[in-house]
């Protein structure tokens, strides 16, 4: 039989953990009880991302910062260890719902102090997460000033009742799939904090190049949401494709709160015949990617925001 999954598009407000963990476990218990097992809450939820005016972002000392960015915070506070409290929270909610919770937050590595862009995956058994992952491309300009990129997806796979998944995030898209290729996913969990044309974005040109480099999994994407209409492009828009780019439930357009609950096959009811990615068509469009490099290369000048919007 399908399974239920659910798509949370919800604001956060930046430093307070506390308000956005109560929001998001609000929308956690609607989609359980629409029938949701697997649940995605967007990119960095638990600890905000950007500030809703696009001006405030998160900054530790000595890091570059875009021109942009007239006011910021040092995450540092906020940051929690991969088993720190959201983490458990959400892992006892999952418990009591019976459901699987993707818990995207701004991680601390206690060893060596560096700050990650996050993602835990939390289960109906409760207890410690089942996997995890470390962005592996934050998007340069506004995560440049504080995250440190990770560089595979050890950790990141876990074998549901329902199939494969694995774990991504936002900007990941444009390099991510490769490293899953041989991994035989069922489905990509994908929190995002989208900034540019949604609707350009996630209902016209990605699905094509999906299509075109033979994507053979599902991507769950959870976008987020602002409170107010925004003065800007990128909220909303939260989508399910199958196999190949095929867009099998979305949000609608627009910056709202929103829960996104439908209904996709599990691995065993996939049809045959999907193939492989095509990594040939893969690795050129990571190419023609801009900002997919900017972390492997020691002498980058700095990126403008406008450009960075129209990549993203």
């Not at 990605?206 to 909220?235: F, S």
Request: net charge negative; charged share 15%.
């Amino acid at each position: 039989m399908p399974v239920k999954v659910a798509l949370v598009q919800s604001p956060s407000v930046l430093g307070d953990v506390q308000t956005n963990v109560s929001r998001l476990e609000r929308q956690c218990r609607l989609a359980a009880a629409g029938g949701a097992k697997i649940i995605i809450l967007p990119e960095t939820s638990v600890t905000g991302y950007l500030g809703e005016d696009l001006k405030t972002n998160w900054h530790l000392p000595g890091r570059p910062l875009g021109h942009q960015y007239t006011s910021t915070i040092d995450p540092r506070p906020y940051a929690e260890e991969m088993d720190g409290p959201s983490v458990a929270h959400f892992s006892a909610l999952a418990a009591e719902l019976g459901c699987y919770i993707t818990v995207p937050f701004i991680e601390i590595d206690a060893a060596t102090q560096c700050l990650y862009n996050a993602l835990s995956l939390v289960s109906p058994a409760g207890g410690a997460a089942v996997a995890h992952y470390r962005k592996n491309c934050p998007w340069p300009d506004p995560e440049r000033s504080w995250a440190t990129p990770a560089n595979d997806v050890n950790g990141a796979c876990h074998d549901t009742p329902y199939g494969r998944v694995g774990l991504a995030i936002c900007f990941d898209i444009h390099t991510i799939l490769a490293k899953y290729a041989e991994h035989d996913l069922w489905a990509l969990l994908y929190p995002i904090a989208w900034v540019g044309d949604t609707d350009l974005w996630f209902r016209k040109l990605l699905p094509h190049k999906l299509h075109g480099v033979n994507c053979p999994h599902y991507i769950l994407g959870a976008n987020w949401a602002t409170r107010a209409p925004p003065a800007w492009d990128g909220a909303g828009s939260s989508i399910v494709y199958g196999p190949r780019g095929e867009v099998l439930a979305a949000a609608p357009s627009g910056w709202q709160e929103h829960l996104v609950l439908t209904e996709v096959p599990t691995q065993g009811e996939m049809a045959p015949g999907l193939g492989r990615l095509d990594l040939a068509a893969y690795s050129a469009w990571t190419a023609d990617q801009s900002g997919t490099t900017y972390w492997h290369t020691d002498n980058v000048g700095p990126l403008s925001f406008a450009h960075d919007m129209r990549i993203m």
